[in-house]
């Protein structure tokens, strides 16, 4: 990985962190981001620390927010013009129904919007910018879910590992797609399942919601390093280079739910995305990540 730029979204903690430790060690530049800028630098330090690398980068970003996310992309033209992979790891669970300030259901948002458009963005840039593989961290909790593009926020009916689920599920709809789109720039898009792994996911819940998957973490997790896995070789290992629109578990190939694989819902989906990004407009010029 020497030579090599990789953005890791969500980078502070679980998952996120450890993915990034470990391509540091295998010789990456970093970036990670981080919603709170302070955390984000603090957290790239002891990256740095405990990978032994050269230098890492932290970036504040709010990618629950569309303008969030065009602004990271603008902050990178300064830290690192080039990414050659993108590990979206960014992803949340929320037990009540909230709406960005942008209007926007917030598991949607973060979920499913910031990784379509950060993709969308590195990829649309000058020869030289365009990330050469997409990882995206998506759940095995896309099984039996539904996605349901009228109402995608789930305002009538919402529940929280309902909207999760959907948000996967849209993840891998757009990981087909992205590998389709993107096959004549050379960019190769993959998932991933990582596990159930204890990395404070959706603890910041209030009551029950949060405790109880806070119990379940101490009960059946799996460590951060073991879950970061698959991230980590679906952005380094050769053997994967040439591989694209696939969903990896334990580092090997597997098969997704039918409905992910549905290349006219994803053709849908995509739309979807299209509407809900240009409905918030062009970002400020102002605006910082």
Same mark, same amino acid.
């Given at each position: $990985?020497a030579g090599?730029t990789?953005?890791v ?6 998952? &996120?962190?450890?993915t990034a430790?470990g391509?540091?060690? $295998?010789g990456?530049r970093?970036v990670l981001?981080?919603?709170?800028p302070? /955390?984000a ?10 990978a032994?690398?050269?230098p890492?980068?932290g970036? &504040?970003?709010d ?5 969030g996310v ?10 690192a013009p080039r990414i050659d992979?993108l ?5 949340a669970?929320?037990s009540?129904?909230?709406?960005t300030?942008?209007?926007?259901e917030r598991? %949607?948002?973060?979920?499913v ?7 969308e *963005?590195?990829v649309?840039?000058?020869?030289g910018a ?7 961290v998506?759940?095995s909790?896309?099984r &039996?879910a539904?996605?349901d593009l009228?109402d995608p926020?789930r305002?009538a009916?919402y529940?929280?590992?309902?909207a999760? =689920? ?20 050379h960019?190769r898009?993959n998932?991933l399942h990582p596990g159930?792994v204890?990395?404070?996911f =959706?603890?910041d819940?209030p009551?029950?919601?949060g405790?109880?998957?806070? *119990?379940?973490?101490a009960?059946f997790?799996i460590?951060?390093?073991? &879950?970061a896995?698959?991230?980590i070789y679906?952005?380094s290992?050769g053997e994967v280079g040439?591989a ?12 997704s739910?039918r409905?992910s694989q549905?290349?006219?819902l994803?053709?849908?989906? %995509?739309? /979807?995305c ?8 062009p970002?400020?010029a102002?605006?910082?990540a």
């Amino acid at each position: $990985m020497a030579g090599r730029t990789v953005l890791v979204t969500g980078g502070t903690t679980g998952i &996120g962190r450890a993915t990034a430790v470990g391509l540091a060690a $295998m010789g990456a530049r970093i970036v990670l981001t981080g919603r709170d800028p302070t /955390r984000a630098h603090g957290v790239a330090e002891a990256v740095q620390k405990e990978a032994r690398s050269g230098p890492v980068e932290g970036l &504040g970003a709010d990618l629950s927010r569309v303008q969030g996310v065009r602004a990271l992309a603008e902050a990178l033209d300064q830290v690192a013009p080039r990414i050659d992979v993108l590990v979206n790891n960014a992803g949340a669970v929320f037990s009540r129904y909230e709406t960005t300030p942008e209007g926007l259901e917030r598991t %949607w948002a973060l979920n499913v919007l910031a990784p379509f458009l950060l993709t969308e *963005i590195l990829v649309a840039r000058a020869e030289g910018a365009r990330p050469a593989r997409v990882v995206n961290v998506a759940s095995s909790a896309h099984r &039996g879910a539904h996605l349901d593009l009228d109402d995608p926020g789930r305002s009538a009916r919402y529940r929280g590992f309902s909207a999760y =689920g959907q948000s996967k599920l849209a993840l891998l709809l757009l990981t087909y797609a992205q590998a389709k789109r993107y096959a004549d720039r050379h960019v190769r898009v993959n998932a991933l399942h990582p596990g159930f792994v204890a990395s404070r996911f =959706g603890r910041d819940n209030p009551g029950g919601f949060g405790v109880g998957i806070t *119990i379940a973490e101490a009960l059946f997790a799996i460590s951060p390093q073991r &879950g970061a896995r698959t991230s980590i070789y679906l952005a380094s290992a050769g053997e994967v280079g040439d591989a694209t629109g696939r969903y990896f578990v334990r580092c090997r190939p597997s098969s997704s739910s039918r409905l992910s694989q549905d290349a006219a819902l994803g053709e849908r989906l %995509w739309a /979807r995305c299209e509407r809900d990004v240009a409905a918030v407009g062009p970002a400020p010029a102002s605006e910082d990540a």
